[in-house]
Nanobody, 125 residues
Framework: QVQLVESGGALVQAGGSLRLSCAAS????????MGWFRQAPGKEREFVAA????????YYADSMKGRFTISRDNAANTVYLQMVSLKPEDTAVYYC??????????????????WGQGTQVTVSS
């Protein structure tokens, strides 16, 4: 059974930066496309970013382009989300997800088989 554990969430001021990490265990990490999603209070979960198995291809929600960077280290079984220029509207629980996901479906949460427990990011104004 694949387990994903996120870390790195924190309280940060607007304009600040954070790096989230997601460590995977129990599966063949390099086989899985990985993604980050987030859910703010009272809102639906939304796509943030995704990355191909090799790390060459990345995908972003339009509102995150230029501010967020997804990367992965297959040797360390870890995927990262570097976030800069954070805004109060980025406040949410951030979830790591993984699975055998078609490229056309990387934006779709229910296509991912494995999920972490989430890490809270709070951006103060």
């Amino acid at each position: 059974q694949v387990q994903l554990v996120e870390s790195g969430g924190a309280l940060v001021q607007a304009g600040g930066s954070l790096r989230l990490s997601c460590a995977a265990s129990g599966g063949t990490f390099s086989r899985y496309r990985m993604g980050w999603f987030r859910q703010a209070p009272g809102k639906e979960r939304e796509f943030v970013a995704a990355i191909s198995t090799s790390g060459v291809a990345t995908y972003y929600a339009d509102s995150m382009k230029g501010r967020f960077t997804i990367s992965r280290d297959n040797a360390a079984n870890t995927v990262y989300l570097q976030m800069v220029s954070l805004k109060p509207e980025d406040t949410a629980v951030y979830y790591c997800a993984g699975g055998i996901v078609p490229v056309s479906s990387v934006y779709t949460d229910f296509k991912y088989a494995y999920w972490g427990q989430g890490t809270q990011v709070t951006v103060s104004s």
